[in-house]
């Protein structure tokens, strides 16, 4: 099955310490992006990478940080500079150059405590 | 930058009503207009979507129409199931420069059975 994985779906860490979501997918797009949703809140752009070993920040970078060493992989890292780490993590891909469905995996909540 | 606004924030209709969320965005580069369904700790999945060279488009019980010059466009479902429940979320791109998706805040609706 194609697709967009995330791992794991719930994740709790202690004040203080830095955390590695996963995102892979099979579907051989060349975009992949990191959104964060709040109750209640659209989604908001966290950051993006239009090919290998090149990302973007979006809207809300600061605290996070990204790799994309390989196309199929996204992970992102939520660091105790993030102040208010606790959300639900959506991570996306879509094929370039001309936009069509982005497909979201299935999210992280995370919980810090 | 990009923003998407999104009204109401929430909807609540009989089953077999009709049901019209708007919104409207800021950047008339924006020329991508997906419509995504999100159901309660899932992802967004897609349920229709326009391009910038299209007033209008139809799917069964749903359309989405678009107005370029008020910048404004519109999911409008009939005959609502309680089904479609779920919160509801506009967005927009462009083919050039950051080609992210920018979303509105979300509809919930609630169906009525």
């Known amino acids: 099955d194609g697709g967009i994985t995330q791992s794991p779906k719930y994740l709790f860490r202690k004040e203080g310490q830095n955390v590695t979501l996963s995102c892979e997918q099979n579907?051989?797009?060349?975009?992949m992006y990191w959104y964060r949703q709040d109750p209640g809140q659209g989604l908001r752009l966290i950051y993006y990478?239009?090919?290998?070993?090149?990302?973007q920040k979006g809207d809300i970078a600061e605290g996070y940080s990204v790799s994309r060493e390989k196309k199929e992989s996204f992970p992102l890292t939520v660091t105790s500079a993030q102040k208010n780490p606790t959300a639900f993590y959506l991570c996306?891909?879509?094929?370039?150059?001309?936009?069509?469905?982005?497909?979201f995996g299935q999210g992280t909540r995370l919980t810090v405590v | 930058g990009e923003n998407v606004e999104q009204h109401p924030s929430t909807l609540s209709v009989q089953e077999g009503d009709s049901a019209v969320i708007k919104c409207t965005y800021s950047d008339s580069a924006s020329n991508y207009f997906p419509w995504y369904k999100q159901e309660l700790g899932k992802g967004p999945q897609l349920i229709i979507d326009i391009r910038s060279n299209v007033g209008e488009k139809k799917d069964q019980r749903i359309a989405v129409t678009l107005n370029k010059t008020a910048k404004h466009f519109s999911l409008h479902i009939t005959e609502t199931q309680p089904e479609d429940s779920a919160v509801y979320f506009c967005?927009?791109?462009?083919?050039?420069?950051?080609?992210?998706?920018?979303f509105g805040s979300g509809t919930r609706l609630q169906v009525q059975p």
């Open positions: 579907l051989n797009h060349d975009a």
């Open positions: 996306a891909s879509s094929p370039l150059p001309r936009n069509t469905e982005a497909f």
């Open positions: 990478s239009q090919i290998v070993n090149d990302f």
């Open positions: 967005a927009d791109t462009m083919d050039t420069g950051r080609r992210a998706l920018t």
